[in-house]
């Protein structure tokens, strides 16, 4: 069973930056695209980037050029570079890894924008 640990959510003011850490328990990136989505109070979780085995990245509309996806393959982790932070930027963050057969979530960091 793998597990995903996500951490780095926080208060941050509006304009500001968080680099969010999502650790696998073991070495996935050559078999799951790893993705990172958000969940905001009464709204449904959306999908916000996306980094694949072939190291292809995609972003939604509301985060592109804003954040950044990467993953680094020695520490089993995959990062969400977040910056020029909105106040609707406030939700849950999730990592996520997915494969056709089988996908895992971690347990969700707070990113909270306010000033």
């Known amino acids: 069973q793998v597990q995903l640990v996500e951490s780095g959510g926080g208060l941050v003011q509006p304009g500001g930056s968080l680099r969010l850490s999502c650790a696998a328990s073991?070495?996935?990136?050559?078999?799951?695209?790893m993705g990172w989505y958000r969940q905001a109070p009464g709204k449904q979780r959306e999908l916000l980037a996306v980094?694949?085995?072939?190291?292809?990245?995609n972003y939604a509309d509301s985060v592109k050029g804003r954040f950044t996806i990467s993953r680094d393959n020695a520490k089993n982790t995959v990062y969400l570079q977040m910056n020029s932070l909105k106040p609707e930027d406030t939700a849950v963050y999730y990592c996520?890894?997915?494969?056709?057969?089988?996908?895992?979530w971690g347990q969700g960091t707070q990113v909270t924008v306010s000033s």
């Open positions: 996520n890894a997915d494969k056709p057969d089988l996908d895992y």
């Open positions: 980094i694949t085995v072939g190291l292809t990245t």
């Open positions: 073991e070495n996935i990136f050559s078999i799951y695209a």
